[in-house]
Every structure is written in structure tokens, then in C-alpha cells.
T-cell receptor
Framework: NAGVTQTPKFQVLKTGQSMTLQCAQD?????MSWYRQDPGMGLRLIHY???????DQGEVPNGYNVSRSTTEDFPLRLLSAAPSQTSVYFC????????????FGNGTRLTVT | DQQVKQNSPSLSVQEGRISILNCDYT??????FLWYKKYPAEGPTFLIS?????DKNEDGRFTVFLNKSAKHLSLHIVPSQPGDSAVYFC?????????FGAGTRLTVKP
């Protein structure tokens, strides 16, 4: 059972480039979310989805897009990368509501130069 | 505006002693609280949780205490073991919004 899989593990972008961070889960979880982790800031919610076809903004959504066409996949798109988006990104999922324990992927470390 | 705060960035304890990690929150709408543990190069993993209708929840060596009037929760680890060395995040949720603290790095010395 793979759990939550994130790809790539590392990525370096130049300012203005776009890219998609992939997230897939095989646990049939309805709730999926994206967080970024920055020093001294903890984990901040970017976007979340409570089911296929439904997405909503979290605490820091600007500069990011998401879609949820299937239950399994929840990609995060950076439209025009900025140095402020240098961070570690975590995808998480859970069955039911966010009160259920989240299962996290191992993260994607993104550097924007 | 950090709604969940962990004011101690680090904590060092001796093996066998108690570790106490603290967390404060500002939003009275939070109704569920969780602790996650994170090792380097891995994602956080769930440790223990507590609902706002309780004031204590225990699971083996881990106990979480909630003081709603003070908007404060704490995680007690007894006895602490070297394998407990990790970053601990406290989290609070209301509806579909979960907020995390900045984390406390716990080091348990043999």
C-alpha cells in the first residue's frame, strides 16, 4: 500500500517558469490538501478538496492552482514561479473530514531562483 | 496571523524523563486538535488527537491535555526515548480548515 505519493522529490525552477507538483493516493480518501512548510511558519494550507470536482482555497492560495478530476489525484500547479514560492510542499489526504488524521506524502523540495 | 503557536522552537530532555510540548491557539472555533511528529526528509505522521469536548486523551506513552479556557494544549511523553527525537507539530481544525503551529524540535539524549 503506497499511501500518498508525491513527485518530484526535488525541483529547481527559474522565476517565471511553471510546473505541476503531482500527488496521488491509493486509499480512496475523499479529502486531499496541499501544504507548504517554511522555517518558523509551520505548515500552511494552500488548497484543499473534499471530493472529485470540488476544490477550495486555504490560507495561502495565491500563485497556485489545483484541480481534482479523480479521487486519487490532486496536482498543484505553479503558474509563474516566484522566489517566495521556494518551500517544501506536502500533499495530505484523509477519509472523511479534516478532523480525521491526515496522511502525508514525503514532500517536494522546490527552489525558485 | 498565526492562529496556532508553538513558542518553544526546541526542547532537550534526558532519556527516561518527561517531555512536555506546549501549544496555544487563538481561534475559539477550533474544535479538534492533533499532534503530528516529523522526521527529516519525511512527511508528518499522526500521533494523537483530542476533541474539544474532552480535556485529556492518552495513548501509551503519549498524553494530550486540553485547557479550553486558556486556549492551550500540551503533549506529554513519558518516558521519553531517543527514538522520540523529531519535530512535533500541533494542529487545530474547524470545519475543513486545519492550522499548524511552527513546530518544536525535541531531542532526547541517551
Amino acid at each position: 500500500n503506497a499511501g500518498v505519493t508525491q513527485t518530484p522529490k526535488f525541483q529547481v525552477l527559474k522565476t517565471g517558469q511553471s510546473m505541476t507538483l503531482q500527488c496521488a493516493q491509493d486509499m480512496n480518501h475523499e479529502y486531499m490538501s496541499w501544504y507548504r512548510q517554511d522555517p518558523g511558519m509551520g505548515l500552511r494550507l494552500i488548497h484543499y478538496s473534499v471530493g472529485a470536482g470540488i476544490t477550495d482555497q486555504g490560507e495561502v492560495p495565491n500563485g497556485y492552482n489545483v484541480s481534482r478530476s479523480t479521487t486519487e489525484d490532486f496536482p498543484l500547479r505553479l503558474l509563474s514561479a516566484a522566489p517566495s514560492q521556494t518551500s517544501v510542499y506536502f500533499c495530505a489526504s484523509t477519509f472523511g473530514t479534516v478532523n480525521s488524521p491526515l496522511h502525508f506524502g514525503n514532500g517536494t523540495r522546490l527552489t525558485v531562483t | 496571523d498565526q492562529q496556532v503557536k508553538q513558542n518553544s522552537p526546541s526542547l532537550s530532555v534526558q532519556e527516561g524523563r518527561i517531555s512536555i510540548l506546549n501549544c496555544d491557539y487563538t481561534n475559539s472555533m477550533f474544535d479538534y486538535f492533533l499532534w503530528y511528529k516529523k522526521y527529516p526528509a519525511e512527511g508528518p505522521t499522526f500521533l494523537i488527537s483530542i476533541s474539544s469536548i474532552k480535556d485529556k486523551n492518552e495513548d501509551g506513552r503519549f498524553t494530550v491535555f486540553l485547557n479550553k479556557s486558556a486556549k492551550h494544549l500540551s503533549l506529554h511523553i513519558v518516558p521519553s526515548q531517543p527514538g522520540d527525537s523529531a519535530v512535533y507539530f500541533c494542529a487545530a481544525s474547524a470545519e475543513n480548515d486545519m492550522r499548524f503551529g511552527a513546530g518544536t524540535r525535541l531531542t532526547v539524549k541517551p
